[in-house]
């Protein structure tokens, strides 16, 4: 079959709850993908920052295939041997006491919701049933009810009512704002460190510490969603390590499975964390040996590799270059470490751009109708990072 039969079987039969780009894929290695054709393109999306390790990832696709000969599944009903080492890793890498393993990133934020709202109620004592979330405007959590309750984007939330209540929303990158909405019944304040489906939104420097001392100060728990700001994608293990801000939780998934397995968790200390008892939370999958097994190898491909810093400096490269790009629709590039974004003018069709770079054997979604987010596996090397500046540079000209 050919790349044309397989998207037609998908709109044949699939629900229509996304617009592709006009590519399939049916192989892939660490920075390239490859169609049915033989075609290979360099993968600039990096599953949304869930490859960050690179496509199959030799480690991990041995850890994977070790632990399929011994055990995959046991739910939490039991113990089992892999979850344990896995969740002292994800503690020693994060530096947190405690971790809970869910599934899907949606999941490790409902997680981080329970916990909040438990906690405001069990330790700071608001009445169960008022507890209050402060979020961000234009963020993107998910896609379980409570996520979308907490949209600002109406594809999102459009038609899905009733939402979940105790939700507020406020402007991104406004401490102050954050502060004012503050009251007896706020548990936590919840947003991504840097704005990723927004278009790569990076606050103002300042801010992330800023949020961290009004929460310490009022009482109220600082929640990051990291699940694609972190594991070195924006050039440091999590992004808040850009600032003094270390949040009371945070919420994990995407890379944590090396793109192999969705994995997902939150981190927090004990004092939080002692919220769950047994029955208060769980899932079937979460925590399951496999997972676990390809959770750990993703995290020491991580340090092994030392990806932080390569994303850091081939980041750095990669912005000095698209900015110096003559393209006249073009009005910005911003990010930081390998997480990045061209940022067109208001109503400029950046999908055209998108399937330019895709005939040229690049492929980059945009998001927003007029933003490219440019995100490679972290393991690219400079001679790869330079074959895609020169076919990004072929095509933004003629833009
Ligand atoms: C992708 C993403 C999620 C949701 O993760 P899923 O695995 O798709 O449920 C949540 N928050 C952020 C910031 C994300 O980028």
Request: proline share 5%; charged share 25%; glycine share 8%.
């Amino acid at each position: 079959m050919k790349s044309q039969d397989y998207i037609d079987l998908d709109l044949r039969f699939g629900a229509h709850n996304y617009h592709p780009l006009p590519v399939v894929i049916s192989t892939a290695k660490a920075c390239r993908v490859q169609d049915p054709e033989g075609k290979t393109y360099l993968d600039f999306l990096s599953a949304y920052s869930a490859v960050n390790q690179g496509h199959l990832h030799p480690h991990i696709v041995a850890a994977a295939e070790e632990q399929l000969r011994r055990v995959s599944l046991t739910s939490r009903a039991f113990h089992n041997d892999k979850m344990g080492p896995f969740l002292k890793a994800l503690c020693e890498f994060t530096g947190y006491e405690a971790a809970l393993p869910m599934n899907t990133g949606a999941e490790a934020v409902e997680t981080a919701i329970k916990a909040a709202r438990r906690w405001g109620t069990e330790i700071k004592g608001v009445p169960n049933g008022r507890q209050k979330i402060l979020c961000a405007e234009n963020n993107f959590h998910g896609r379980t009810l409570a996520a979308i309750s907490m949209s600002s984007d109406p594809d999102s939330y459009g038609n899905y009512g009733p939402y979940a209540p105790g939700f507020v929303k406020l402007p991104f990158d406004d401490a102050r704002a954050v502060e004012q909405a503050i009251d007896d019944d706020t548990v936590a304040v919840l947003v991504e460190p840097i704005q990723g489906e927004a278009g790569v939104v990076v606050p103002r420097e300042g801010y992330l510490a800023e949020l961290q001392k009004i929460c310490e100060a009022r009482g109220v728990l600082l929640v990051f969603d990291e699940i694609q700001t972190g594991f070195c994608r924006t050039g440091k293990r999590f992004a808040w390590h850009y600032e003094d801000a270390r949040p009371d939780i945070m919420c994990l998934g995407k890379a944590l499975g090396g793109g192999i397995l969705p994995i997902s968790a939150i981190v927090a200390d004990t004092e939080v964390m002692k919220v769950f008892t047994p029955g208060s939370h769980g899932s079937t999958f979460g925590g399951n040996p496999l997972a676990c097994a390809v959770g750990m190898a993703s995290l020491e491909v991580l340090e092994r590799e030392k990806l932080d810093q390569r994303s850091f400096s081939l980041g750095e490269q990669f912005r000095k270059e698209v900015e110096g790009i003559r393209c006249r629709s073009k009005r910005m590039v911003r990010g930081r470490g390998l997480l990045n974004a061209i940022v067109f003018q208001e109503g400029f069709r950046a999908w055209d751009v998108c399937v330019e770079l895709k005939n040229e054997g690049l492929l980059a979604k945009q998001t927003h109708g007029n933003i490219i987010r440019f995100a490679p596996p972290l393991v690219i090397q400079e001679k790869e990072m330079e074959e895609a500046l020169r076919i990004i540079e072929k095509v933004l000209v003629k833009f």
